[in-house]
């Protein structure tokens, strides 16, 4: 895997220096030495500190960094206080009294869906095909490995920098999920300013998901139960087979292909 950004790789202490030269090896980036994030030769610098790795903007005015934390801020809250399986994407994928399905999260991006898909107790594997962001991802998990409100649910969380499309078709038949689970990159109008500054940058960087067609025709051949998409909420659906029904919330829905009854 390599990135085609203006990225490097950097550090501000010293005993990040070897593992930001070798995140920048496997990323086919620059690594650089102290770099001002006021004035760069380079649009994006992927830091690496005792926090893990942030993606951050460089110049004057720049946005805040995009990290994928599971233990603080916005996916801790809903993990504390999100209405368990209440939740709408929890009755999308089948969650039910002593039902907790085997999910693939074929479009893992930062993993908050994930997240609380193993919150609830489903053991998840996440694919991500974009190197950076499947370099955040990981760091993110593996954080969240030390914590010990939230070790438990990582635990049921398997990242792999992959894509789907070729991962779900080359499945064996004893290893299919239960669900499998896509949210595919849509051209979003939303103006809220949480969304320009978080999610700008992350769009920027895997742009749109143009073969969404093909990655839910093989997710509709790997999963066993059924497959959900979730869309922006007045989106069309993906191109295809139109699902069985939908679940509909506030800026979201949930299309459903269902295949069969859960037991
Ligand atoms: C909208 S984001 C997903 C956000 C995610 N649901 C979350 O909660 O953070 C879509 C992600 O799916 C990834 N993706 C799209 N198609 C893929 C494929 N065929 N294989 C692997 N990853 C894919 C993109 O690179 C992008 O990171």
Redesign the pocket.
């Known amino acids: 895997m390599s990135c085609a950004l203006n990225l490097a790789c950097t550090w501000f202490d010293a005993a990040f220096e070897q593992p930001a030269h070798a995140l920048a090896l496997k990323l086919n980036v620059p690594a650089i030495g102290y770099e001002s994030l006021d004035n760069s030769d380079y649009a994006c610098l992927l830091i690496v500190d005792e926090a893990g790795l942030q993606l951050q903007v460089t110049g004057k005015k720049r946005p805040g960094p995009v990290r994928v934390d599971f233990v603080s801020g916005a996916v801790a809250h809903r993990r504390q206080f999100g209405g368990g399986t209440g939740q709408l994407i929890a009755k999308a994928c089948g969650l039910n009294k002593g039902v907790r399905p085997f999910i693939v999260?074929?479009?893992?991006?930062?993993?908050?869906?994930?997240f609380v898909l193993a919150t609830l107790g489903c053991s998840v594997i996440l694919?991500?095909?974009?190197a950076l962001?499947y370099e955040l991802l990981n760091d993110g998990v593996e954080q969240a490995r030390g914590v010990p409100e939230i070790c438990e649910i990582v635990e049921r969380m398997t990242c792999k920098g992959?894509?789907?499309?070729d991962w779900l078709n080359s499945l064996n038949p004893e290893d299919k999920p239960d669900v499998v689970y896509l949210?595919?990159?849509f051209p979003h109008t939303e103006k809220s300013a949480q969304v320009k500054k978080e999610m700008l940058l992350f769009r920027s960087l895997?742009g749109q998901?143009n073969?969404?067609a093909a990655?839910l025709d093989a997710a509709l051949r790997a999963a066993l139960y059924r497959v959900v998409v979730?869309r922006p909420r007045k989106a069309p659906c993906v191109e295809g087979v139109p699902p069985t029904y939908h679940l509909e919330g506030k800026s979201c829905r949930y299309d459903i292909y269902a295949l069969k009854k859960f037991d």
């Open positions: 999260d074929a479009t893992a991006g930062l993993g908050r869906d994930a694919l991500e095909r974009s962001v992959e894509d789907s499309i949210d595919p990159m895997v998901d073969d969404a990655l979730k």
